[in-house]
């Protein structure tokens, strides 16, 4: 059971090129996230699924496109990156239970740096 | 508006020490959960605790505490006789449960640094 897995762990691009992240779960959970960390700004939302097929805005939706295709993955694309682009990637999947809320499981991160 | 303040951007303590972290939260919501989670220097993200609105009851698990309180809207991380071990961002988080897709509101994080 390896959880919440990411791909690739670290990349850097320049600007103007295209990338896609990976992230897979096993847990067979309905709903996946992707969140950025930026020094002192804690973990902001970009987008999330709630199931496959599906994809919503988070806060901080610019310059990113998700597609959910299968339950268990959920891919963060990078059209044409930016130096402000320049962070670390955190996915996260979960699933409602009484009493629990959504806790939420992360994946290790994807350090990525635009020059 | 929902939001999480961690209003500590930094705390350094001599190992033993006892520490409080700070987190205060707004939210309209009755129903909603908090968390508190940890990244080591490694970088991951570890889960400490859940915390419904519904339950007020502080809780110990070994050196850690959490003391809940409504009334102050506020939720607060204590670690007795800290370790260097301890060293690490914590995040504190709200997850109101009737906003669609189980979202965390995070704080801004407060990183310790345990000295020995």
């Known amino acids: 059971n390896a959880g919440v897995t990411q791909t690739p762990k670290f990349r850097v691009l320049k600007t103007g090129q295209s990338m896609t992240l990976l992230c897979a779960q096993d847990m067979n959970h309905e709903y996946m996230y992707w969140y950025r960390q930026d020094p002192g700004m804690g973990l902001r939302l970009i987008h999330y699924?709630?199931?496959?097929?599906?994809?919503a805005k988070g806060e901080v939706p610019d310059g990113y496109n998700v597609s959910r295709l299968k339950k268990q993955n959920f891919l963060l694309g990078l059209e044409s990156a930016a130096p402000s682009q320049t962070s670390v990637y955190f996915c996260a999947s979960s699933s409602p239970r009484q009493g629990a809320g959504y806790e939420q499981y992360f994946g290790p991160g994807t350090r990525l740096t635009v020059t | 508006a929902q939001k999480v303040t961690q209003a500590q951007t930094e705390i350094s303590v001599v190992e033993k020490e006892d520490v409080t972290l700070d987190c205060v939260y707004e939210?309209?919501?009755?129903?909603?959960?908090l968390f508190w989670y940890k990244q080591p220097p490694s970088g991951e993200l570890v889960f400490l605790i859940r915390?419904?609105?519904?339950?007020?009851q502080n809780e110990i698990s070994g050196r850690y505490s959490w003391n809940f309180q409504k009334s102050t809207s506020s939720f607060n991380f204590t670690i007795t006789a800290s370790q260097v071990v301890d060293s690490a961002v914590y995040f504190c988080?709200?997850?109101?449960?009737?906003?669609?897709?189980?979202?965390?509101?995070f704080g801004q994080g407060t990183e310790l640094s345990v000295k020995p």
């Open positions: 988080a709200l997850n109101p449960p009737y906003n669609q897709g189980g979202k965390l509101i």
């Open positions: 699924s709630v199931g496959e097929g599906t994809t």
């Open positions: 939210t309209r919501d009755t129903t909603y959960y």
């Open positions: 915390r419904n609105s519904f339950d007020e």
